[in-house]
């Protein structure tokens, strides 16, 4: 007994080693009356916190959540309009050497190296580390994927990226930002080994949204698929029981070839999961219905099934039973890191930036 105790012990210690460093708060004036301050010390190795306006100071917020693999950080941030300049000083004794990409959720104009940046809301935008730059946020509400240089592709090392934008007009932009989003909202339900298969996936997306190419391995087809299955099926949810609704609308939608769309999709295929969509939403329908208002047939007829017959049979087969059987369903929902701690850590990713330098410097 004790010999099983010590291994299941043994297996919690690895499997919880296997997860990423999380990090997290919800800071804001009226909790904390130095929140402002808090913000601006911590930010002082990446940024100069600037033109911070009195009733944002009176009322500042910021609420972040992230997780460090081994490869990339991501997170989840939020706070109020603000400048960020990033001067040759705080470069020189930052020690910090890493690009970012941020999903923008909005606008966002700059500075970089005497170039003027415009970026609207929905774009990707990258910032090297290494560089001065300054940007003007009108709100901090991002996705940031942030990648050491030692971890990063070589099209990122060189610095050409800096000051880099993919427009919302580029498909493939549209799902990068949906694979960041998800993977920011699911970092701490994954292993170091597939969050950080996810951040070569998003490199991946990225290069060839900049109209570079290189081949993906297993591993970030596989995270690449996920996102395309899930932005696919975001868009048929939408137009599930529309007759016109066709294979090249969901492709133009989806912002990938239909290779790639079938491929991901794979073994199953498109249309059964299409199919399958359909039950989805039926069975939602029975759950929620009153059956002596609303029959099983009619519930059929309205999601697109030719008999009640044929939906039975198929019902039955996905869900194991008839669909008159239905009973009531309570799902409970939650969403990632809806609470956060009172101090404001972004030491802990400088740390984990200048340990990566170190290890490239020592390698």
């Known amino acids: 007994m004790r010999f099983c105790a010590a291994v299941g012990s043994a297996e919690v210690r690895a499997e919880e080693r296997s997860r990423p460093v999380s990090y997290a708060w919800n800071v804001s004036s009226q909790s904390e009356p130095d929140a402002y301050d808090m913000y601006r010390h911590s930010m002082a190795d990446l940024y100069d916190v600037e033109d911070i306006a009195e009733p944002d100071r009176t009322n500042f917020v910021s609420h972040t959540y992230g997780a460090l693999f081994e490869n990339g950080t991501i997170a989840r941030g939020r706070s109020v309009a603000q400048t ?15 690009i970012s990409l941020f999903v923008l959720f909005a606008p966002m104009v700059g500075e970089v190296e005497g170039a003027n940046v415009d970026t609207p ?18 709100a901090i509400d991002l996705v940031n994927l942030v990648v050491p240089r ?3 592709p070589l099209w990122m090392r060189d610095g050409a990226v800096h000051g880099a934008t ?3 007009s ?6 990068l930002v949906s694979h960041l989003c998800l993977l920011s909202e699911g970092a701490l339900t994954l292993r170091h080994d597939e969050g950080g298969a996810a951040i070569e996936a998003a490199l ?6 900049l109209g570079r190419h290189s081949m993906p391995t297993p591993d970030q087809a596989a995270s690449v698929h996920a996102t395309v299955r899930h932005r696919a099926s975001a868009y048929m949810k939408v137009r599930l029981l529309d007759p016109t609704l066709t294979v090249q609308d969901i492709v133009e939608a989806t912002g990938v070839s239909r290779t790639t769309l079938f491929r991901a999709f794979a073994p199953g295929g498109l249309r059964r999961h299409m199919l399958n969509l359909r ?9 929620g219905r009153d059956p002596r208002r609303q029959t099983v047939a009619e519930v059929a007829y309205r999601h697109g099934f030719a008999s009640a017959a044929h939906f039975g049979r198929l019902y039955r087969d996905r869900f194991g039973h008839a669909p008159g059987e ?3 369903l309570k799902v409970e929902t939650q969403s990632a890191n809806d609470a956060g701690g009172s101090t404001i850590r972004h030491d802990l990713v400088f740390s984990w930036l200048r340990g990566r330098r170190q290890d490239a410097q020592a390698a």
């Open 84 to 98: 960020l300049r990033r001067t040759p000083r705080t470069v020189r004794a930052s020690g910090l050497d890493a």
């Open 170 to 175: 580029n498909p493939l932009g549209r799902l």
């Open 204 to 209: 991946l997306i990225a290069e060839r949204a």
């Open 121 to 138: 809301a929905g774009s990707i935008h990258f910032r090297d580390l290494s560089r001065p730059s300054v940007a003007h946020a009108h």
């Open 279 to 287: 039950l989805d939403q039926a069975r939602a329908a029975l759950n």
């Open 326 to 328: 239905m009973t009531g």
């Open 166 to 168: 993919i427009l919302p």
């Open 150 to 152: 030692i971890a990063a």
